[in-house]
């Protein structure tokens, strides 16, 4: 319901822009949805956004009975067109000399101890889980927030001591057909080590149910405050702001992953992708 109100709402500042007027109104002529086309495209939306806002559209067309002006060849050829010319993906990997970067940035930032361990461990986490924002914080329209209770320490028979193991019981593109689990593994005798630091983190958290990741008064990070600090972190580590995001970390985990050999298959099944999509992660 969100992406269809900010479709209309997208297209009422178009019409007015455009036009003068509010010609957000069922049926849209196909030249005056090329129109809306041009609009986004120059706006800087990218064409996957101007694809999901034309589907919006047609689904309006279609619950009312009405010819969906999308089908025409005219925006068929408008949005094949976008998808051909899509700039490439800017954000850079962050790789595990960048990752240390940011957690020794985390002092930097006037946070309350609490606060430090609660990032350290977030960074950690999502690193090495290639986790997406919407599995670690709290955003508008995700349901895969991860709660305390998909997190379990498993301690190993072997010399590698204790793994934490995550279960993903939704994530973007998840089917029935069952939960996802990865493991992972201690790094011994590191201040990097991702076990150590999300068990502390845990300790101060506390045993109660709820979000996986919370700030002091029990509230769960948002992911609006995660990319604010990372962003802080970024700046500290005199980096460019602009080409890192929370995905930078799941670009770069895939990427250190396929360097070292991992096969596709493990690929797909850590990072919890349904097809080889994460092939456009590996920036080698």
């Known amino acids: 319901m969100q992406a269809y109100q900010s479709t209309w709402r997208h297209f009422r500042a178009f019409s ?7 010609l957000a109104v069922p049926p849209i002529s196909v030249t005056l949805l090329a129109q809306f086309v041009a609009f986004l495209h120059q706006a800087g939306f990218a064409p996957s956004t101007i694809c999901s806002k034309i589907s919006a559209i047609t689904f309006v067309h279609k619950i009312l009975g009405l010819p969906d002006p999308s089908s025409s060849f ?9 998808r051909k010319r899509q700039s490439p993906d800017g954000r850079l990997p962050i790789t595990p000399t960048i990752l240390k970067a940011l957690i020794d940035s985390l002092p930097q930032l006037s946070l309350s101890w609490y606060n430090q361990c609660l990032f350290k461990a977030m960074f950690l986490f999502t690193y090495f889980s290639l986790a997406r924002i919407s599995e670690i914080t709290v955003t508008r329209s995700s349901d895969h ?4 209770a998909d997190i379990n320490l498993c301690s190993q028979t072997c010399d590698s001591g204790t793994s934490i193991i ?8 998840s089917t029935n057909t069952g939960l996802a689990s990865i493991s992972i593994l ?5 201040q990097y080590c991702p ?10 958290r506390g045993s109660s149910a709820g979000c996986l990741f919370l700030l002091h008064d029990n509230r769960p990070v948002t992911a609006n405050f995660f990319s604010r600090i990372l962003k802080s972190c970024v700046q500290h580590a005199q980096l460019d702001p602009s080409k890192f995001t929370s995905h930078s970390f799941r670009i770069g985990a895939t990427t250190h992953a396929a360097l070292r050999g ?3 298959a493990s690929l797909r099944a850590l990072g919890r992708w349904s097809s080889d999509a994460f092939k456009k992660y590996v920036r080698i």
């Open 16 to 22: 007015q822009t455009a036009h003068g007027r509010d």
């Open 74 to 82: 005219l925006i068929q050829k408008l949005l094949h067109a976008l």
């Open 145 to 148: 927030t991860l709660q305390l």
């Open 262 to 264: 991992m096969s596709d």
């Open 166 to 173: 995550v279960t993903f019981p939704s994530f973007k593109h």
């Open 186 to 190: 201690p790094q011994a005798g590191s």
């Open 195 to 204: 076990v150590d630091n999300i068990q502390r983190y845990l300790s101060l």
